[in-house]
């Protein structure tokens, strides 16, 4: 996604009071992250799983709360969704770069290119797709869903190769 | 002095009103056993992030005392919590660390935190770090650190063994409604 675009979304999302933007960076959102970077509102963690047990202590403090990272890192988060997020029922929106989206990515994300809608579709997170014409109806659709206490993804496809 | 004694103990030496987030399995069963109440936040899943959860807790609440009861398994799990904490400095958070070089919850197989040096890397990651074994100390250190400002870790050196607690028997969005509600206050 273009550089402009991703740094709106950052924009609109903080703007849309979600205060927060904790995880484990990807090289498909790198202009969203280094907005968020810029003004201050972005928390690095050594892993997902560690990103998401920080904006649930977030959002039990009624602090909004978007985690971003890889499908890899996504994969990783899957017992810490459902035994922490899902249980407790915590809103926060996920935001996953797609990688394997494209057939010619590299080798290591092929798998979980592939299986990732499957995932999604099998732990019942409802999902949206971001696109540069439709982003700011999915951000707007993601706002709310935490606004009734249910947690959702945002997926950001990875559109090139280096 | 074993697990149920020593939470006996923490949770005797802070105020009523103090959070607490508990680690999963037995930990978070004998403090439901000791005192039930709202300002605890029992994760009953998702092993080793009830410092990240402190962590969140206790960066928007800098004017709260924010414990965290930890075990040394749940620690072990998460050790890039430290650096985050670490980084972060909260001066609000205690994180407990009931150490028996165990996973009592499952068994008590073993763990290694009595081959590796725990204080030492909580300390490379700016923590201020409290050793302890005996009841005294546990009652005088608790009264130590409410001085000093965090992030603080108190290691209670703990033998395996004692009844088993029984589970916590609350819905896990009622132990997240009551703690949000005892959070406003």
């Known amino acids: ?162 | 002095m074993i697990r149920k004694k020593a939470i006996a103990i923490a949770v005797s030496q802070i105020e009523y009103h103090d959070r607490i987030i508990s680690a999963n399995g037995f930990i978070s069963r004998d403090l439901f056993a000791t005192v039930d109440k709202s300002p605890n936040f029992y994760m009953i899943g998702s092993m080793g992030l009830a410092s990240s959860i402190g962590l969140g807790v206790a960066l928007k609440n800098p004017r709260r005392k924010i414990f965290v009861f930890d075990g040394d398994g749940n620690i072990l799990m998460n050790l890039g919590s430290l650096i985050t904490i670490g980084i972060t400095e909260p001066k609000n958070l205690v994180h407990v660390i009931f150490d028996n070089s165990s996973h009592e919850s499952t068994g008590g197989q073993p763990t290694v935190t009595n081959k590796i040096q725990l204080s030492k890397i909580a300390k490379s990651a700016n923590y201020k770090v409290f050793q302890i074994k005996t009841k005294n100390q546990l009652v005088k250190i608790f009264q130590k650190i409410k001085s000093i400002s965090g992030p603080i870790m108190v290691i209670v050196k703990i033998k395996k063994g004692g009844v088993i607690s029984k589970r916590i028997n609350i819905e896990p969005t009622k132990i997240k409604n009551r703690f949000m509600i005892s959070l406003k206050k």
């Open chain 1, 1 to 162: 996604m273009k550089e402009v675009i991703q740094r709106k979304i950052f924009d609109y999302l903080l703007k849309n009071k979600i205060y927060n933007f904790v995880g484990v960076p990807d090289s498909t959102m790198k202009y969203f992250i280094e907005q968020g970077l810029k003004c201050k509102k972005v928390l690095i963690t050594t892993r997902e799983d560690e990103a998401i047990g920080i904006a649930t202590g977030f959002v039990l403090s009624q602090s909004n709360s978007l985690v971003f990272m890889q499908n890899a890192g996504f994969a990783n988060s899957i017992s810490t969704i459902t035994s922490l997020v899902q249980l407790y029922q915590i809103p926060m929106i996920f935001l996953i770069g797609w990688r394997g989206f494209l057939k010619n990515d590299a080798p290591e994300h092929t798998k979980i290119g592939k299986i990732q809608p499957k995932l999604l579709q099998a732990l019942s997170l409802q999902s949206k797709i971001l696109n540069e014409k439709n982003w700011k109806k999915s951000c707007d659709w993601a706002l709310t869903l935490i606004k009734k206490g249910k947690p959702c993804a945002l997926i950001l496809i990875r559109d090139f190769i280096d």
